[in-house]
């Protein structure tokens, strides 16, 4: 992080030092738990697994590799946590923007509120279905931490196990052995 400017308070007895913290640092912890490259969407797309629920759909991936935004300029802060992150998409498809919008903010708030579900370093990226924009708040927030609750099960077993599974790279490989 980066060092936190301390006022004085123009030095009035009583008054304790205030700690100004600046948009950018805020940002950054607020946002912390969010992909942000495409790259690592297409990433958890191409190697990791697809589930879907009433309400949305959902793709997750182990973090294998540094995250792309680790190789990012000296003077930023690099990304290599090591937990989870979320990214949310809402096509066209479900609507015009205030109706996107509305069903990124409300499921923004589904993941804030359930992220402690989540194992350590692994990327789920979730897609809603339009039915979100009419469904209760509760009802979001239900198939939010059914999808990470999967993602922990999942995580939870052997890695030979799950890579095993029914994961898009492997159907995709399948495909390309089966037309030969």
């Known amino acids: 992080m980066t060092e936190r400017a301390i006022s004085d308070s123009s030095n009035k007895p009583g008054l304790s030092p205030s700690i100004s913290v600046s948009p950018k640092e805020l940002s950054e912890e607020k946002f912390a738990w969010r992909l942000h490259k495409h790259a690592d969407y297409q990433r958890v797309y191409r190697t990791g697994r697809r589930q879907s629920l009433p309400l949305l759909t959902y793709f997750f991936s182990m973090q294998t590799e540094a995250p792309a935004a680790a190789a990012t300029a000296p003077t930023e802060i ?66 939010v931490a059914r999808a990470f609750q999967a993602v922990q099960r999942a995580m939870a077993r052997p890695a030979t196990e799950v890579a095993g599974q029914n994961t898009v790279a492997k159907r995709n490989q399948d495909a390309g052995a089966a037309g030969k």
């Open 78 to 143: 690099p990304d290599s946590r090591i937990g989870p992150r979320i990214g949310l998409t809402t096509g066209r498809v479900l609507g015009k923007a205030v109706e996107r919008n509305r069903i990124k903010r409300r499921m923004r708030e589904a993941v804030r509120r359930n992220l402690g579900l989540l194992p350590g370093p692994v990327d789920v990226v979730l897609h809603p279905r339009r039915s979100v924009l009419d469904a209760e708040f509760a009802a979001i927030e239900r198939d």
